[in-house]
């Protein structure tokens, strides 16, 4: 494993990316993004990427004709690039069986609502049609579910009378661009203890 080195993987505008590698430059996480992956060419994350110098990959997910080829391909990269651990930020598919059982335990994903409350797509549209005064947003490990691995960090966000899809998704970022960095920074400390579905934080 290449100690504390990071693979992000994205599909679009990256700002989770951006606070990632912010907290990497500042020393507040101890590691370094090694790699961006992106399965959608033009994703803004590239940019962000690039501007940062780190290197990327573009795997345009239409140009494979089946799911377990794209899956083929991002494995043999992700074993290649042997990282201590994957964020999925922004990334818009699931990760399959083949390389959750090569990197078990060191997927990461953030989720804009309190798991297990509104999991998959539009979790803030999902919240606010539901009528919830509070939601937020979820770091957790990545299973095989949907959303439903080992819940890491979590924090919670007032829901405004007014609120649409667009404001309550701005405050909820906020948080995201904090818990974020957190749990990797707690990741790469080795301070995640899982114990059944549970996550202790060491002291
Ligand atoms: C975030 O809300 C994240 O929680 C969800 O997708 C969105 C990605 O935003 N998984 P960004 O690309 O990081 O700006």
Same mark, same amino acid.
């Given at each position: 494993m290449n100690e504390n080195t990071i693979v992000v993987l994205v599909s679009g505008r990256g700002t989770n990316l951006q606070a990632l590698i912010d907290a990497t430059q500042s020393g507040y996480i101890p590691g370094r993004i090694s790699l961006v992956i992106s399965?959608?060419?033009?994703?803004y994350a590239l940019v962000r990427a690039q501007k940062a110098s780190i290197p990327t990959v573009v795997?345009?997910?239409?140009?494979? $004709?089946e799911k377990k080829e794209y899956e083929s391909k991002l494995l043999e990269i992700l074993e290649k690039e042997h990282p201590a651990v994957i964020c999925l930020a922004g990334y818009m598919r699931i990760i399959g069986k083949m390389i959750l059982t090569r990197f078990p335990q060191q997927i990461l994903n953030i989720h804009? $609502?309190?798991?297990?409350?509104?999991?998959?797509?539009d979790a803030q549209k999902q919240a606010l049609e539901y009528g919830v005064k509070i939601s937020g947003c979820t770091v957790h490990f990545v299973n095989e579910?949907?959303?439903?691995?080992?819940?890491i960090l979590q924090a919670a966000v007032a829901v405004k009378d007014f609120d649409t899809v667009e404001t309550l998704s701005e405050s909820i970022l906020q948080y995201e661009h904090k818990i974020y960095p957190e749990a990797v920074k707690l990741f790469l400390e080795q301070k995640l203890q899982i114990i059944g579905r549970t996550v202790k934080i060491k002291e």
């Open positions: 399965d959608t060419p033009g994703a795997l345009d997910y239409h140009s494979f $004709s804009p $609502s309190l798991l297990p409350a509104f999991p998959g797509l579910g949907m959303d439903t691995g080992p819940i």
